[in-house]
C-alpha cells in the first residue's frame, strides 16, 4: 500500500507549492516541480520512482496535452504553421551544434558529441502548455506558434536520433525510409481519423445509457491516438494533442473539457509534475559540476536564441519572439526519454547520465518563471 502513501504526499505538497508559488509571483507549476525534486531521492527520499507513479505520470502529461488540444483555436494553428516550422527549426540547428561543440570541447567521441547535440534539441512543451494555461494565452499568437512548433520539433528530432543510432549505436539497423514513412503515416491517419472516425465514434458512444458516456469516449480516442503515434516513433503526447484538436472540432467539445478537467488535475497532471523532478540524483555530479553549467546555460540560450530567430524571421516582433524562443527552452519528458535511450545504445557515456538529466530538468524549471515575466513585461513596465 506504499503507493497510498505517495499519493497522499503528491496530492498534498503539490497543491501547498504551487499556491506558495502563486503567493510569490510564480506559475504554480514551477512549485510543483520542485516538489517532485524535494520529496525524491535527491533531497528527503520520501517518494521512489517505480511503476505506479510512471504509469500515472504517463497518462497526466498525455491528458494535459489532449486538453490543450481541446483548447487550441484551430485557426490560429493554421496561420501560424510556417513561423511553427521556422521556429522548430532555428530550436534545433542552435542547440545541436552548441551540444556538438560542448562534446567536444568536454573530450567526448565524435558520436557522443553528436548526441549531446540531439539532446539539446529536444522540446516538450507540455510544461509551457500548463503556464500558458495558467495566464490564458495558449490561443494566442505565441501560444499556437509555440505547440506547432512542437509538433515540428518531434518529428525532425526523431529522425535525428534515427540517424545517429544507424550509424554510430549499438542494436538493431534503423532504416531512415521506414522512420519517415512511418512520421506520415500517423499525419494521414490522424488528420483523416480526425475529420471522419472522431466525430462518428463520439456520435456512437456518448449517448450510451452509462455512466459518463462522453467523457468515456474522449478517453478511448485520446488514447487510441497516443498509442497510434508511439507505434509510429512519434511522442505519445502528440498523438493526445491530436486527438484534443479532433474533438475540439465536435459538439461534445465543452462537455469533454467540463468533466476532463477535475479527473486530470485532481491527481494523474500533479503526479507527472512531481516524476519531473524524481529523475534528478546528485549523485557523482560534483566531478562534472563545470560541465553541468556550461551544458545548461547552452540549453537555455541555444534554444531562446534558435526559436526566437525563427520567430523573428517570420514576423513576431522582439518581445514575441523572445516569449516563443522561452516557451521551447523546457525539453522534460522528451529528453528524459531520449537520454535513456542515448544510454542503452551507447551514444550517452554512463557516468555523464545524471548531469544530462539534471540539465534537462534545470531547463524545465527555468521555463514557467521566464514565460510569466515576458508575458508581464510590458504591464509591470507602463505601471512603473
Known amino acids: 500500500m506504499e503507493f497510498i502513501f505517495y499519493l497522499v504526499l503528491i496530492l498534498l505538497f503539490t497543491k501547498l507549492a504551487g499556491d506558495l508559488s502563486v503567493r510569490l509571483g510564480q506559475p504554480a507549476v514551477l512549485g510543483k516541480l520542485i516538489v517532485g525534486i524535494v520529496l525524491g531521492p535527491a533531497v528527503l527520499g520520501w517518494i521512489q520512482e517505480g511503476e505506479f507513479i ?12 489532449f486538453i490543450a488540444g481541446l483548447e487550441t483555436d484551430l485557426d490560429q494553428l493554421r496561420k501560424n504553421w510556417k513561423s511553427a516550422f521556422a521556429v522548430a527549426v532555428g530550436g534545433i540547428v542552435l542547440p545541436f551544434f552548441g551540444g556538438l561543440a560542448i562534446g567536444e570541447l568536454f573530450g567526448f567521441a565524435y558520436y557522443n558529441a553528436l548526441f549531446m547535440g540531439v539532446l539539446l534539441s529536444a522540446t516538450s512543451v507540455s ?8 495566464m490564458n494565452k495558449l490561443n494566442s499568437r505565441e501560444g499556437s506558434t509555440i505547440l506547432g512548433a512542437a509538433v515540428v520539433d518531434d518529428i525532425l528530432v526523431v529522425i535525428l ?31 483523416v481519423a480526425g475529420w471522419f472516425l472522431v466525430p462518428l465514434v463520439m456520435k456512437v458512444l456518448a449517448p450510451l445509457k452509462v455512466t459518463e458516456a462522453t467523457i468515456t469516449a474522449a478517453l478511448v480516442v485520446c488514447f487510441s491516438f497516443a498509442y497510434f503515434a508511439e507505434l509510429m516513433g512519434m511522442a505519445g503526447i502528440i498523438g493526445a494533442f491530436a486527438a484534443g484538436i479532433a474533438i475540439s472540432q465536435t459538439p461534445f467539445k465543452h462537455t469533454v473539457e467540463e468533466k476532463l478537467e477535475p479527473i486530470a488535475y485532481s491527481i494523474f497532471v500533479p503526479i507527472f509534475f512531481v516524476s519531473i523532478g524524481l529523475s534528478v540524483s546528485f549523485t557523482g555530479v560534483g566531478s562534472q ?7 545548461t546555460l547552452l540549453a537555455v540560450v541555444t534554444k531562446m536564441l534558435g526559436g526566437g530567430l525563427g520567430a523573428r524571421l517570420t514576423g513576431f516582433n522582439n518581445r514575441s519572439s523572445a516569449i516563443i524562443g522561452s516557451g521551447m527552452i523546457s525539453r522534460g519528458e522528451v529528453a528524459l526519454i531520449i537520454a535513456a535511450t542515448g544510454l542503452q545504445s551507447g551514444l550517452l557515456l554512463p557516468e555523464y547520465f545524471t548531469s544530462a538529466i ?5 531547463t524545465t524549471l527555468v521555463t514557467p518563471p521566464l514565460l510569466k515575466y515576458l508575458f508581464r513585461e510590458p504591464a509591470r513596465r507602463g505601471a512603473e
Do not use: N, P, R, W
Open 54 to 65: 510512471h504509469y500515472m505520470s504517463e497518462i497526466g502529461v498525455l491528458l494535459l496535452m
Open 127 to 134: 510544461i509551457s502548455v500548463q503556464v500558458l494555461k495558467d
Open 161 to 191: 536520433l534515427a540517424v545517429l543510432m544507424s550509424f554510430f549505436g549499438t542494436g538493431a539497423e534503423i532504416s531512415l525510409g521506414l522512420l519517415i514513412g512511418k512520421k506520415v503515416l500517423f499525419f494521414v491517419v490522424a488528420i
Open 289 to 295: 559540476i563545470g560541465f553541468v553549467i556550461a551544458l
Open 358 to 362: 539534471i540539465v534537462v530538468i534545470v
